[in-house]
């Protein structure tokens, strides 16, 4: 599938304009293309910052090619007679995750990718178990299961229909259904552009981030090159941020540090800021802060921005490609605090996201700064 594709990746580390360079790429690029986002929110900032440019997650700008796909007939049987839609066709795929979920040591069902792909590989139909119901299947798991099912059909798109670049942004968080799917968008000859930072992965180790394999993205192509200049964060915070990440990812502090510097302080939490950005472990300490603060109107992610009050309440991972000149961390758990000592992939990646959004000053707990190599 790679050989007939420019396929590239770039390491992009914080603060070093992914989504300025995307943009740019996309404007230059002739003929028709699409950037793939990994939330809609951030297909709405690429496409005001260029209208013209096609832009959405990988499901949208498949889906009209998923619904060509299916037997129209075969949705007809697999609900009412109403418009052909969704719903439906997402009902003939529920099946194979049924078996799945029937057979799995636990009742809870799989939400990557990767398991989805390896159980449609296996599944060659017959008739769905009485003794569970379709809802069991919910969440962005009903969107990857017609995907995978067309990829593993040989995604039968036309040549013409067929796009000649795609850029897909948030890479690292990018499985092989989904970048299969993003490489069957591509005529032969066409370009394929991967940027993310492997150090912001939210998946890990089940995405294979942290082990013997870089994120998918990384491992499809040898063309990789890394955007060495930082615009967001100085030290002393990217030399630490840098040394949090170094045992699970190289990322050298000389790849993202700004020219300015971004000053480390100390705050306990118990008083909200007036002003900045608020980020908590878990979304459980962030609701806890809300209450406990008092606030009315203070946003809370996705909708980045959009507090009356200038103050911004979001979790670590909701905050990925934020900054803000003033980033505050909630106290973490005893739990969490043990998570981080002890190495856990997740938990330092996620000090790293959190601490790489500050721009000026970055303030701490007592208890994360204590621990962080300065």
Same mark, same amino acid.
């Given at each position: 599938?790679?050989?007939?594709?420019?396929?590239?990746?770039?390491?992009?580390?914080?603060?070093?304009?992914?989504?300025?360079?995307?943009?740019?790429?996309?404007?230059?690029?002739?003929?028709?293309?699409?950037?793939?986002?990994?939330?809609?929110?951030?297909?709405?900032?690429?496409?005001?910052?260029?209208?013209?440019?096609?832009?959405?997650?990988?499901?949208?700008?498949?889906?009209?090619?998923?619904?060509?796909?299916?037997?129209?007939?075969?949705?007809?049987?697999?609900?009412?007679?109403?418009?052909?839609?969704?719903?439906?066709?997402?009902?003939?795929?529920?099946?194979?995750?049924?078996?799945?979920?029937?057979?799995?040591?636990?009742?809870?069902?799989?939400?990557?990718?990767?398991?989805? %792909?390896? +159980?449609?590989?296996? !599944?060659?139909?017959? /008739?769905?178990? @009485?003794? =569970?119901?379709?809802?069991?299947?919910? *969440?962005?798991?009903?969107?990857?299961?017609?995907?995978?099912?067309?990829?593993?059909?040989?995604?039968?798109?036309?040549?013409?229909?067929?796009?000649?670049?795609?850029?897909?942004?948030?890479?690292?968080?990018?499985?092989?259904?989904?970048?299969?799917?993003?490489?069957?968008?591509?005529?032969?000859?066409?370009?394929?552009?991967?940027?993310?930072?492997?150090?912001?992965?939210?998946?890990?180790?089940?995405?294979?981030?942290?082990? %013997?394999? +870089?994120?998918?993205? !990384?491992?499809?192509? /040898?063309?990789? @090159?890394? =955007?060495?200049?930082?615009?967001?964060? *100085?030290?002393?915070?990217?030399?630490?941020?840098?040394?949090?990440?170094?045992?699970?990812?190289?990322?050298?502090?000389?790849?993202?540090?700004?020219?300015?510097?971004?000053?480390?302080?100390?705050?306990?939490?118990?008083?909200?800021?007036?002003?900045?950005?608020?980020?908590?472990?878990?979304?459980?300490?962030?609701?806890?802060?809300?209450?406990?603060?008092?606030?009315?109107?203070?946003?809370?992610?996705?909708?980045?921005?959009? %507090?009356?009050?200038?103050?911004?309440?979001?979790?670590?991972?909701?905050?990925?490609?934020?900054?803000?000149?003033?980033?505050?961390?909630?106290?973490?758990?005893?739990?969490?605090?043990?998570?981080?000592?002890?190495?856990?992939?997740?938990?330092?990646?996620?000090?790293?996201?959190?601490?790489?959004?500050?721009?000026?000053?970055?303030?701490?707990?007592?208890?994360?700064?204590?621990?962080?190599?300065?």
């Amino acid at each position: 599938m790679w050989n007939d594709l420019d396929f590239r990746a770039f390491d992009g580390p914080p603060g070093s304009g992914k989504t300025r360079k995307i943009v740019s790429q996309a404007m230059a690029f002739p003929g028709e293309g699409a950037v793939i986002t990994y939330t809609n929110d951030a297909a709405a900032v690429v496409r005001s910052r260029a209208p013209m440019v096609q832009a959405g997650t990988i499901y949208s700008l498949t889906w009209p090619y998923v619904k060509e796909f299916v037997d129209k007939a075969s949705v007809g049987k697999a609900g009412s007679n109403k418009a052909y839609n969704q719903r439906k066709i997402e009902h003939i795929f529920d099946p194979a995750l049924l078996s799945y979920v029937h057979d799995a040591p636990s009742s809870r069902p799989p939400h990557r990718s990767e398991h989805v %792909a390896k +159980l449609l590989h296996a !599944w060659r139909g017959g /008739d769905p178990p @009485t003794n =569970l119901s379709s809802e069991t299947a919910s *969440g962005p798991l009903k969107f990857v299961l017609p995907l995978a099912r067309w990829l593993e059909a040989g995604a039968p798109m036309p040549e013409q229909d067929r796009l000649d670049w795609v850029l897909i942004d948030e890479a690292q968080d990018v499985g092989w259904v989904e970048l299969r799917a993003a490489a069957a968008l591509v005529r032969a000859g066409g370009h394929v552009h991967a940027y993310g930072d492997p150090g912001q992965s939210i998946f890990g180790e089940s995405k294979g981030v942290f082990g %013997a394999s +870089l994120p998918p993205v !990384w491992m499809a192509t /040898d063309d990789k @090159t890394i =955007l060495n200049k930082g615009w967001r964060v *100085g030290d002393p915070v990217a030399s630490a941020a840098a040394r949090v990440l170094m045992s699970y990812y190289d990322r050298p502090a000389s790849t993202f540090r700004a020219e300015h510097g971004t000053q480390i302080l100390t705050w306990d939490g118990s008083t909200p800021p007036r002003i900045g950005l608020v980020l908590a472990y878990s979304r459980r300490a962030l609701f806890k802060a809300f209450k406990g603060w008092g606030l009315r109107k203070t946003a809370i992610v996705p909708k980045l921005g959009k %507090a009356d009050n200038d103050l911004v309440l979001s979790t670590g991972h909701s905050a990925k490609g934020a900054e803000a000149d003033d980033v505050y961390l909630l106290p973490w758990s005893r739990q969490a605090i043990e998570r981080f000592e002890k190495r856990d992939p997740a938990t330092v990646r996620l000090l790293y996201v959190m601490m790489t959004r500050a721009k000026r000053r970055l303030f701490l707990p007592r208890t994360i700064r204590a621990r962080l190599p300065l």
